[in-house]
């Protein structure tokens, strides 16, 4: 199969994503919410929202351009899947059969059905994947590897897979910066960035930057349109567990009823949890964030931080990644069309 035929499957695929009915798409949703419950049904529409996206014929051709694509080297591309946010691992597998290669999948326990029912859709629709599409018992005779899980798994990985070829991926957060002259329709955005997917993705934003002397408190009704995720029982479970260890230990907190705060330097916050931490001017900031870069995603931010030499999303973006934005920044698809 040449890079034409699996671009033409890649394009269909988007193709049938669009075409699903609401029927099908409801059953598809009730069927990943059995297996896990994080799963809702704006969880799932969006995650295939944002699959089709990548799926346009004038996207990939795009993407796909700066590489270059070798027959004669097919290899077995282990690929252990993350589980925080439905199909999160669509994208590798995306990367590995366009190069060329095999994949043998991992697919995390949380999240099987989806990413098995997408790979037989792209069978279905040319069948040569059924032999290139594996899910093998273990990843020992793939040839390379692509691991996402958090830092604790990486040490494993790395001890497991250190002898080939891999891309292996830690815990990462993103983060939101404030300047003080946020618009309201800013900030509801950034409630998308911070409340989309519960907070479970490694592009949620968990740690806000505002400069000092800013009321924080001011954010807070921008937010209140995603208050109905409270009644969410594991989001909410969440909120419980960690108001509660906050009282406890009598650490100074704001709580909005359905999404906790707390001044802290780390950058990945619990789930219902912000962490925020002011600065003086932009200059600390954008220091503060270059020290700190191999725990961040990706940072969301207005004209101010946008005027520095950070790489910036606007705000309610971050959960919409172009294609080539590639996982702590390394660029996926060439590394496999260079593996030899």
Known sequence: MNLQERLSSFIQLGEKIDSLTSTETQILCENANRQNK????????????GISKFLKKEVL??????????QNDQK??????????????????MC????????????????????????????????????????????????AIIATGSDNTARYFEHYFGGKPNIIR??????????????????????????????????????????KGFDITRIFPSFEPFEPIIHHHKYRNNYDY???????????????????????????????????????DLAELESTINQN??????????????????EVFNFGEAQYPEVWDYADGVDTMKFLTELK
């Open 293 to 310: 870069a191999e725990k961040i995603q990706c940072i969301v931010g207005g004209e101010a931080i946008q005027n520095t030499s950070l």
């Open 170 to 211: 830690k815990n990462r957060t993103s983060v939101g910066v404030l300047d003080g002259n946020e618009t309201e329709e800013e900030l509801k955005s950034l409630g998308e960035d911070i409340f989309k997917y519960f907070g479970l993705g490694c592009r949620n934003v968990s740690k806000l930057f505002y400069p």
């Open 38 to 49: 994080w799963f809702t049904e704006e969880s799932v529409t969006s995650a295939l929202k």
């Open 76 to 93: 077995h591309v282990g690929i252990v899947m993350a589980g925080n946010i439905p199909m999160v691992g669509f994208h590798d597998l």
């Open 242 to 280: 960690n108001k509660s260890i906050l009282l406890v230990n009598k650490e100074p907190h704001l709580d909005t009823g359905f999404l906790l705060t707390k001044e802290d330097e780390q950058f990945v916050s619990p789930i219902s949890m912000i962490y925020t931490q002011s600065y003086n």
């Open 61 to 70: 051709d795009q993407w796909l351009s700066k590489y270059q694509f070798d």
């Open 96 to 143: 590995v059969l366009l190069s060329g290669h095999k994949g043998d999948i991992k697919p995390s326990s949380d999240d099987v059905f989806l990413i098995k029912t997408v790979s037989q859709w792209l069978s279905d629709i040319n069948p040569q994947f059924q032999d290139l599409i594996l899910f093998p018992d273990s990843l020992k005779d793939s040839d």
